[in-house]
T-cell receptor, first 113, second 114 residues
C-alpha cells in the first residue's frame, strides 16, 4: 500500500529565509507526487507535481521540489519565504484504483516577520 | 468561472440526524472524491466515483453514503452511524486518465455535530 510521511508537524521560519519541507513516500511502482497548500478553512491548491522527466520540478508561488528515487523523497523548497506563505502543506502520492491520492499528515508553516 | 462548489460552508446538526453535504463541479470532470480532514491526520478518502451511477468506498466509508446521478454532482450523506462526524469535509474532482492528472478541490464544509 502506498503511504506518505511528512516528519515535521510544525516549522517556523523568518521571512526572507529559505524553506525546505520534507516528504517521504512509499509506493511500489513509479510514483506520481504532488504538493498542495491549504490556507486556514480553505480547500487545497496544487503547488506542483512530478510524474516523469526532470527530477527538479518548478511550481507556482516560487516553490520547487526535487524527486530523489534513491531516498524515496520529494522535498519542497523555496529560496525566500514571504509572510503570505504561512499555511499548511501536504505531500501526496497518486496511484491504485481510481487514481486515489494518499496524503501525508501535513506540515504547518509559520512565518515570523 | 469553472470550479467546485461546496455548500454550506458551515453546518450544524444534532447527534443522531443524517446530514447531506453538497458538491457541484462545472469542470466537466469524470471523477469525483470526498475526503475528511481532522487536525494532525491529513486527508482521508471516504468515497470516490469515476463515472456516473458508479462509486467505490475509500479508506473510511463506514457511516457515510454517496450518490452520483449526474456528472456534475456528488453529494455526501453523513449518517447517524458515523461515530465521530465532526470534521472538515473536502470534495475534489479530476479529469479521467492517468495518475498524473491532479485533483482540484472545493472550499470545504465544516460539519459540527452537537
Amino acid at each position: 500500500a502506498q503511504s506518505v510521511t511528512q516528519p515535521d508537524i510544525h516549522i517556523t521560519v523568518s521571512e526572507g529565509a529559505s524553506l525546505e519541507l520534507r516528504c517521504n513516500y512509499s509506493y511500489g511502482a513509479t510514483p506520481y507526487l504532488f504538493w498542495y497548500v491549504q490556507s486556514p478553512g480553505q480547500g487545497l491548491q496544487l503547488l506542483l507535481k512530478y510524474f516523469s522527466g526532470d527530477t527538479l520540478v518548478q511550481g507556482i508561488k516560487g516553490f520547487e521540489a526535487e524527486f530523489k528515487r534513491s531516498q524515496s523523497s520529494f522535498n519542497l523548497r523555496k529560496p525566500s519565504v514571504h509572510w503570505s506563505d504561512a499555511a499548511e502543506y501536504f505531500c501526496a502520492v497518486s496511484g491504485g484504483g481510481g487514481n486515489k491520492l494518499t496524503f501525508g499528515t501535513g506540515t504547518q508553516l509559520k512565518v515570523e516577520l | 468561472d469553472g470550479g467546485i462548489t461546496q455548500s454550506p460552508k458551515y453546518l450544524f446538526r444534532k447527534e443522531g440526524q443524517n446530514v447531506t453535504l453538497s458538491c457541484e463541479q462545472n469542470l466537466n470532470h469524470d471523477a469525483m472524491y470526498w475526503y475528511r480532514q481532522d487536525p494532525g491526520q491529513g486527508l482521508r478518502l471516504i468515497y470516490y466515483s469515476q463515472i456516473v451511477n458508479d462509486f467505490q468506498k475509500g479508506d473510511i466509508a463506514e457511516g457515510y453514503s454517496v450518490s452520483r446521478e449526474k456528472k456534475e454532482s456528488f453529494p455526501l450523506t453523513v449518517t447517524s452511524a458515523q461515530k465521530n462526524p465532526t470534521a472538515f469535509y473536502l470534495c475534489a474532482s479530476r479529469i479521467q486518465g492517468g495518475p498524473g492528472n491532479e485533483q482540484f478541490f472545493g472550499p470545504g464544509t465544516r460539519l459540527t455535530v452537537l
